[in-house]
């Protein structure tokens, strides 16, 4: 258990499906990342949240949706997935964005089929 | 802004044998240096990490690395590897105040 909880650990979604990853964390931090991790390529951040702000969006196609209702809990709402989105979703926190690395959820396995 | 470099894919060592994984970066401000493990189908874990002072770090596992600003290095090793060590491991680099950049992480076998 690192402090960063994510659910579900697997999904399988078809491509016409809506469905939620969440993320969270009791750690007292004030950023939370989404990363996306997929086979043989680098881990590729998506959104970042600070003090429940989106401060970045790195080009995400839209069928990706974040929520940051509060600095313990992140969402990431998928909608009408490719299967190119197949992949590891990791979630991450850290007490302010940088400086102090972050802790890191187990992640959600997620296959689009 | 910042950049890490972990040359190779894979790296393979023997039960017992010395590791070495190398990582080097470049950043415009002071670093902040990490080392990350990933076991399958797991997140990320903390290993290590320089921040200020002590050039060598300990970490878990009997993992430390070494700060060589010169060099622009960051280093991982520890003297034996066990089987257990076989993973994925990140290097990865900030500043104050800015986000992580990760390396392309390099897998470790060990072999028995």
């Known amino acids: 258990e690192t402090g960063v909880t994510q659910t579900p650990r697997h999904l399988v979604m078809g491509m016409t499906n809506k469905k939620s990853l969440k993320c969270e964390q009791h750690?007292?931090?004030?950023?939370m990342y989404w990363y996306k991790q997929s086979a043989k390529k680098p881990l590729e951040l998506m959104f970042v949240?600070?003090?429940?702000?989106?401060?970045e969006n790195n080009s995400v196609p839209s069928r990706f949706s974040p929520e940051c209702p509060n600095s313990s809990h992140l969402f990431l709402h998928l909608h009408t997935l490719q299967p190119e989105d197949s992949a590891l979703y990791l979630c991450?926190?850290?007490?302010?964005?940088?400086?102090?690395?972050?802790?890191f959820g187990s992640g959600t396995r997620l296959t689009v089929v | 802004a910042q950049s890490v470099t972990q040359l190779g894919s894979h790296v393979s060592v023997s039960e017992g044998a010395l590791v070495l994984l190398r990582c080097n970066y470049s950043?415009?401000?002071?670093?902040?240096l990490f080392w990350y493990v990933q076991y399958p189908n797991q997140g990320l874990q903390l290993l290590l990490k320089?921040?200020?002072?002590?050039?060598l770090v300990k970490g878990i596992n009997g993992f430390e690395a070494e700060f060589k600003k010169s060099e622009t290095s960051f280093h991982l090793t520890k003297p034996s590897a066990h089987m257990s060590d076989a993973a994925e491991y990140f290097c990865?680099?900030?500043?104050?105040?800015?986000?992580?950049?990760f390396g392309k992480g390099i897998t470790l076998s060990v072999r028995p």
């Open positions: 991450a926190s850290s007490p302010t964005p940088g400086t102090y690395g972050y802790t």
């Open positions: 750690l007292g931090h004030n950023a």
């Open positions: 949240y600070n003090f429940k702000e989106q401060t």
């Open positions: 950043s415009s401000v002071p670093p902040y």
């Open positions: 320089y921040t200020t002072g002590a050039t």
């Open positions: 990865a680099v900030t500043g104050a105040n800015s986000k992580l950049t």
